[in-house]
């Protein structure tokens, strides 16, 4: 038995026949005292709701509630993954909610907005296919301060370098501008690709990701078309990569020098740039 009374991960894959699908983008973490440390870098969990997106057996899922998690909300589209899940929540009675669907057609904060008081907390080992594009949708939400106090989330170690990238460097694109807009975002620590079965061929990371309360203001929509514009030619100068936002005039109207490149601009400026469309 584990220190939480149920059977050993490795146990649980084995006799419910769980091996690892790839078109699923699935690699199970089965090291407990890394899902433990998962579950830590979250902060305090005991008046929490958390989301959790594609538990699969339920190694982090088991390391939320064991850590103290009020409540557990586990979004699981493999259906394989189940009965595993549905032995956790009886260990943790009233305490798992486990949502079997599709994350990318799940709506977030209507799950939120059920969650009766207390903080919503978004923890994750994300499936390396939908990862980043969950994240975007996150960072994008309409009504802001969002629906979660924080986003706790594990992805291949280059994506979280583009999260926390900052203005100059090779990793600094779209995803560190809109991280760096709405969120004060840092990679918590490693996680090797011996920790996963089967292990990846990359190392992982986790990225702690807190809303600001007040980001500069601008229109989500509008900001994403520009750095869309901004970074699909991110060697060209800006006045060519923004021409069919307005060129060299909008520039001007915003107060950048159009012969920089985007991955000099600070998301202030980025956000001037936006307001000036």
């Known amino acids: 038995m584990s220190m939480d009374g149920l059977p050993p991960l490795r146990a649980v894959i084995e006799s419910?026949?769980?091996?690892?699908?790839k078109a699923l983008g699935q690699n199970f973490l089965l090291d407990l005292n890394l899902t433990g440390k998962i579950a830590r870098?979250?902060?305090?969990?005991?008046?929490?709701?958390?989301?959790?997106?594609?538990?699969?057996p339920g190694g982090l899922t088991r390391a939320l509630l064991f850590s103290g998690a009020r409540r557990v909300i586990a979004i699981e589209r493999d259906e394989r993954c189940l009965e595993a899940l549905a032995e956790v929540s009886n260990h943790y009675p009233g305490r798992l909610e486990v949502v079997a669907g599709d994350a990318l057609k799940t709506d977030?904060?209507?799950?939120?907005?059920?969650?009766?008081?207390?903080?919503?907390?978004?923890?994750?080992?994300?499936?390396?296919?939908?990862?980043?594009?969950?994240?975007?949708r996150w960072l994008t939400v309409t009504e802001w301060p969002p629906f979660y106090t924080s986003m706790t989330l594990m992805f291949q170690r280059e994506v979280a370098e583009r999260i926390v990238a900052r203005p100059g460097s090779d990793a600094y694109g779209r995803l560190g501008?809109?991280?760096?807009?709405?969120?004060?975002?840092?990679?918590?620590f490693d996680v090797p690709p011996q920790a996963f079965t089967p292990p990846p061929k990359v190392t992982s990371s986790v990225v702690h990701l807190a809303p600001r309360a007040s980001p500069l203001p601008a229109e989500v929509k509008k900001l994403g078309r520009?750095?869309?514009?901004?970074?699909?030619?991110?060697?060209?100068?800006?006045r060519q990569s923004v021409k069919s936002l307005g060129g060299e005039a909008l520039l001007t109207r915003a107060g950048i020098?159009?012969?920089?490149r985007a991955e000099t601009l600070s998301v202030e400026e980025f956000v001037r740039l936006t307001n000036a469309v």
């Open 16 to 21: 419910h026949g769980l091996q690892a699908k």
């Open 177 to 188: 501008v809109l991280a760096g807009w709405r969120t004060d975002a840092r990679i918590a």
């Open 108 to 136: 977030f904060a209507a799950l939120a907005g059920a969650a009766s008081g207390g903080p919503v907390k978004i923890v994750a080992n994300l499936p390396y296919n939908i990862g980043t594009e969950l994240l975007i």
């Open 257 to 260: 020098d159009p012969t920089r």
């Open 226 to 238: 520009v750095t869309e514009a901004a970074f699909g030619q991110r060697r060209k100068m800006l």
């Open 41 to 56: 870098a979250a902060g305090d969990l005991t008046e929490a709701t958390v989301i959790e997106v594609g538990p699969g």
